[in-house]
């Protein structure tokens, strides 16, 4: 199956710094990434669609001067969250779309990145 | 706007019992419907899907059927082994073409031999 990376898997920062997530589809290549923000025992809450070439598109309450998205390459798109402060501690995970026959497109997913702030 | 509320966990199961997550969702228009599972430790694998009413999603013995009437979409497996131990999300993709996935909030499964 496609394989998609996140590094790093894990990140503790200070508050008030700036911290970098990247997501990379391995073997294939996606125009469109998407970001999305796990709470403990919630579901995955959609952050933003990323787009190859062209600026993301953020769901409904995501600032978006906050979470920057970066799709610089077919495959490589990067989360930065800026200023992070303690409640931004959260599990990030990307996906990136595999384009299939037929309107078969697939999202696959990353493992996921563990920001915690202090 | 679109959800999907699937049975809350833990379930912990014995070796060979019969699973059943249940999944409802609510949404407009006619949406795909999928099952994710997530390993310990690694991102969210695709299950199964069902893009119609009536279409039943099968794989790995685990199973699910689109039921419009019903709302439901709920997962189904004979015999679960230990290797199932896993959290399953339930997600359905709204009408469109913006791929755009709405989660539940998963189910831990335990499977003791």
């Known amino acids: 199956g496609a394989v998609v990376s996140q590094h790093p898997s894990r990140v503790i920062c200070k508050s008030g710094t700036s911290v970098k997530i990247e997501c990379r589809s391995l073997d294939f290549q996606a125009t469109t990434m998407f970001w999305y923000r796990q709470f403990p025992k919630q579901s995955l809450m959609l952050m933003a669609t990323s787009n190859e070439g062209s600026k993301a598109t953020y769901e409904q309450g995501v600032e978006k001067d906050k979470f920057l998205i970066n799709h610089a390459s077919l495959t490589l798109s990067t989360l930065t969250v800026t200023s992070a402060h303690p409640e931004d501690s959260s599990f990030y995970i990307c996906s990136a779309l595999r384009p299939g026959p037929s309107s078969t497109d697939t999202q696959y997913f990353g493992p996921g990145t563990r920001l915690t702030v202090l | 706007g679109d959800s999907v509320t699937q049975m809350e966990g833990p379930v912990t199961l014995s070796e060979e019992a019969f699973l059943t997550i249940n999944c409802t969702y609510t949404a407009t228009g006619y949406p795909s419907l999928f099952w994710y599972v997530q390993y310990p430790g690694e991102g969210l694998q695709l299950l199964l899907k069902?893009?119609?009413?009536?279409d039943k999603g099968s794989n790995k013995g685990f199973e699910a059927t689109y039921r419009k009437e019903t709302t439901s979409f709920h997962l189904e497996k004979g015999s679960v082994q230990v290797s199932d131990s896993a959290v399953y999300f339930c997600?359905?993709?709204?009408?469109?073409?913006?791929?755009?996935?709405?989660f539940g909030k998963g189910t831990l499964l335990t499977v003791n031999p």
């Open positions: 069902a893009t119609k009413a009536d």
């Open positions: 997600a359905l993709e709204g009408g469109g073409s913006n791929y755009k996935l709405t």
